[in-house]
């Protein structure tokens, strides 16, 4: 919204739109140079990218778009289909059962619609639209989990579902555009922020949320990426790789400090 409205003279950059796991995908193969990926995918080609200190898509607590909807408590669930479109919350689902329930579940693809997925799972994981929907008009006889607050409660961090990520070759080639792209997403935040009445009057018009709900979701989350949220980000991956969901735990290497002359590690292929 905020790009849409300040509408920047000097814009030399081409906006294409996808789903995390598709940005993640054009970020790593190069079809892109920067753009917001799921926070997962950075810890798995960080080698290859740098982040923004300025921009993230994160809660403290409840995110609302982001729940597990289960037939009966999560205590005792044994299967689950996990959406394909976002990999942090897979990642960050299997974390919070292994490491704070004990549980190790058997996982299968969300394939069907979430009435359809719960005939055969004990539990569906929904994000974005899908996310909201189970918790506005929850399905009959279901429980719901919402991930932030599982996350809050148990680490007493914020959770950073998404970063905006420069790919290290792109600041190399052009750190001049590099950064003005930067900026203005920078100040795009700044400019919807100003304007929560404008972006939720827009909003409306392209999903089925009434106002308020918008209003709320659209509150609950944060975009900046303050040292609170990278504190966060990195409990995160420490929690992951003690799960054995990543190999590693990667440091945050940021655009700023490459920038002005931090130089650049060694950069291999990576995985989205």
């Known amino acids: 919204y905020g790009l849409e409205g300040r509408r920047p003279a000097a814009a030399s950059f081409e906006l294409l739109a996808g789903v995390p796991t598709d ?3 054009m970020l790593v193969a190069g079809t892109i140079d920067f753009g917001p990926i799921s926070s997962i995918a950075y810890a798995r080609n960080h080698s290859l990218l740098l982040l ?3 921009l993230s898509i994160s809660a403290r607590g409840a995110v609302d778009s982001i729940q597990l ?3 009966r408590p999560i205590e005792t669930i044994g299967t689950i289909a996990l959406t394909p479109q976002s990999a942090t919350s897979v990642v960050l689902l299997k974390t919070l059962l292994r ?3 004990g549980r190790d579940v058997d996982y299968s693809e969300l394939r069907g619609s979430p009435e359809e997925e719960l005939e055969r799972c004990d539990a569906v994981l929904l994000i974005g639209d899908q996310g909201l929907e189970a918790m506005y008009f929850p399905l009959e006889g ?4 919402d991930l932030g607050v599982m996350w809050h409660d148990w680490t007493g961090l914020p959770m950073v579902y998404a970063v905006w990520a420069a790919r290290a070759d792109f600041l190399r080639r052009r750190p001049d555009d590099l950064l003005a792209v930067e900026d203005e997403l920078a ?3 700044d400019y919807s922020r100003e304007r929560a009445a404008e972006v939720v009057e827009s909003a ?3 999903y089925r949320f009434g106002r308020s709900c918008l209003t709320r979701y659209f509150r609950v989350l944060h975009y900046g990426f303050e040292e609170e949220y990278q504190a966060g980000l990195q409990r995160f991956y420490e929690l992951a790789h003690e799960a054995g969901e990543l190999p590693e735990i990667p440091a945050l290497r940021f655009i700023d400090e490459f920038a002005s002359g931090g130089g650049y590690n060694h950069m291999s292929g990576g995985e989205a």
């Open 23 to 25: 940005l993640n995908r």
């Open 52 to 54: 923004s200190r300025r």
């Open 69 to 71: 909807v289960c037939r």
């Open 99 to 101: 490491l704070r329930y």
């Open 142 to 145: 279901t429980i719901r989990y």
């Open 187 to 189: 100040q795009a935040m």
């Open 204 to 206: 409306r018009g392209r």
